[in-house]
């Protein structure tokens, strides 16, 4: 039997800080019985006893774990809380937030591209497996069939460094460059692509792409260094007002 909650369930706490309390010992309980997404916690009359406390304060809980992207709450008997491999989307949706709240431009965002991307791109040469290859391969593919069609380009694009990222091994990088994908180009803010600079990306890709094929971190670290610098040059020299610009929480596809 797991230590028991008594002072959240004697009220010692205040209702909002137990429920985080309680949160914080569930997804401690789901890590040491080693659960995994699709895997149900237990039910509620069970949790109840387990945890010595009130319905009000583990619904409350279970609350703020599916708004994290935790759980999901499944309706009907057979339901009840499943754990869910988390989104990137609950990461960006705050990020973009405290930007807003900041006034922090897109600047910033092309900062952080230009300082993490090549170190991820090298990392990535050392680890990325031969499936994501292909998946990276495939990218190009559909960059290359829809160059006449910005949406689908750069949907493609994204997708392309989205799987470099997660090929670094590194599960922050991952997180941080995926959370990131819906307002990265700049889209959203003005900033566009005419098919002379699709071209160039997509080139630009491809030596990229030979270069964690050949599997050299150097090379597949300078190469991603000249692509963002290239895009850091094509905004500052077509869109300048656009990277003082704030991206406003309600604008950004997270």
């Known amino acids: 039997m797991p230590p028991r909650m008594s002072s959240i369930a004697n009220g010692g706490q205040r209702p909002q800080k137990a429920a985080m309390l309680l949160a914080q010992r569930i997804m401690r309980d789901v890590q040491s019985e080693r659960l995994k997404p699709g895997d149900h916690l237990e039910p509620e009359r069970n949790m109840l006893e387990r945890y010595e406390t009130g319905r009000g304060t583990l619904r409350e809980a279970l609350r703020f774990l599916e708004f994290q992207g ?21 990461l960006a949706s705050t990020l973009v937030l405290l930007m807003e709240l900041k006034q922090a431009p897109f600047r910033n965002i092309v900062e952080v591209r230009t300082a993490l991307e090549p170190m991820i791109s090298r990392l990535a040469a ?41 090929s670094s091994g590194n599960t922050l990088f991952g997180y941080i460059v995926e959370s990131l994908l819906g307002i990265l180009d700049g889209t959203v803010i003005g900033i566009d692509y005419p098919s002379p600079r699709r071209a160039a990306i997509l080139k630009a890709h491809e030596e990229i792409h030979q270069a964690l094929l050949s599997r050299d971190p150097q090379a597949s670290e ?33």
């Not at 754990?83 to 990137?88: E, G, K, R, V, Y």
């Not at 499936?131 to 290359?144: H, K, P, V, Y």
């Not at 963002?228 to 604008?251: C, G, H, M, S, T």
């Open 126 to 166: 050392e680890r990325i497996s031969e499936q994501s290859l292909a998946e990276l391969g495939g990218t190009i593919d559909q960059m290359r069939d829809h160059l006449d069609s910005q949406d689908l380009f750069l949907e493609a694009n994204q997708r392309f460094h989205d799987i470099i990222a997660w």
């Open 222 to 254: 300078d190469r991603m260094r000249d692509h963002i610098n290239a895009y850091v040059k094509y905004a500052e020299r077509k869109f300048p007002e656009v990277l003082d610009q704030v991206i406003r929480w309600d604008r950004a596809s997270v």
């Open 70 to 90: 935790v759980i999901m709450i499944k309706p009907g008997p057979r339901g009840g809380p499943i754990l869910i491999d988390p989104s990137a989307s609950h």
